[in-house]
């Protein structure tokens, strides 16, 4: 593969099983899986789950840094040395599965296994990428887009949708706009037959044409 990581025929969940040391613990909805300011001292992987990772300023202003699914590596600037304190505190947002390696046994993880170690990379750069992706969209798109991709991430749509539990105020947190907005959009996402109700919010496939297109096109409606 390029940029020198390996790809490994193991799956990822058989890399897993063989990697000692560590521990799975399952999180509630709500519960904090790291706290900012704590000592990083842990790597976790999101087996099943969402969690939003969000950070707070000394004058006390919130913002929503990352929302990860499933299969997805966390906590890893623990790595660091020397090890940094945790810069961003980790919340599930639905029930969560995760396993936990301390740092000095993730490392010797590393260390003695390349299939392990190949995953890791290849996880963290994926990751990585969406950062990127993240940051662009937070930065470019409307706030009607940045809902949009949010859904279509938090669900993990396929062709015959997908079902999730969360408030619009998450939601606007999340996006980085009010609530009434949240509200005004997802009413129009409905009406177009995008996301519907019953007794969970479902999301389409066909969500993903309002964050294909081009051009703003916030605030109208068809």
């Known amino acids: 593969m390029a940029d020198g990581v390996v790809a490994s025929s193991v799956s990822p969940g058989h890399l897993l099983a063989r990697a000692g040391g560590g521990t799975v613990c399952d999180y509630a909805k709500g519960e904090r899986i790291f706290v900012q300011g704590d000592a990083g001292d842990a790597v976790f992987f999101i087996q099943r789950g969402v969690v939003k990772i969000s950070a707070l300023s000394p004058s006390g202003k919130a913002a929503v840094l990352a929302v990860l699914s499933a299969g997805v590596f966390s906590g890893e600037t ?32 590393l260390h003695d296994d390349p299939d392990f170690a190949a995953m890791v990379v290849s996880r963290l750069a994926a ?39 969360v408030s619009q105020e998450v939601l606007a947190e999340m996006v980085g706009t009010t609530r009434s907005r949240v509200c005004y959009f997802m009413n129009k996402f409905r009406r177009l ?23 703003p096109h916030e605030g109208t409606l068809p």
């Not at 980790?90 to 301390?102: E, F, G, N, S």
């Not at 662009?136 to 669900?155: G, Q, T, V, Y």
């Open 78 to 109: 623990c790595l660091a040395e020397p090890p940094p304190v945790r810069n961003a505190t980790a919340v599930a947002l639905i029930d969560c599965r995760i396993a936990r390696w301390d740092r000095t046994t993730f490392l010797h993880l």
């Open 127 to 165: 990751r990585a990428g969406r950062v990127e992706e993240d940051l662009i969209d937070h930065i470019l798109n409307s706030s009607e887009k940045r809902l949009a991709r949010l859904l279509l991430l938090l669900a993990e749509v396929d062709r015959d949708g997908a079902a999730i539990k």
């Open 193 to 215: 037959g995008f996301i519907s109700y019953s007794d969970q919010l479902v999301v389409h496939p066909s969500l993903r044409s309002v964050v294909e297109r081009d051009g």
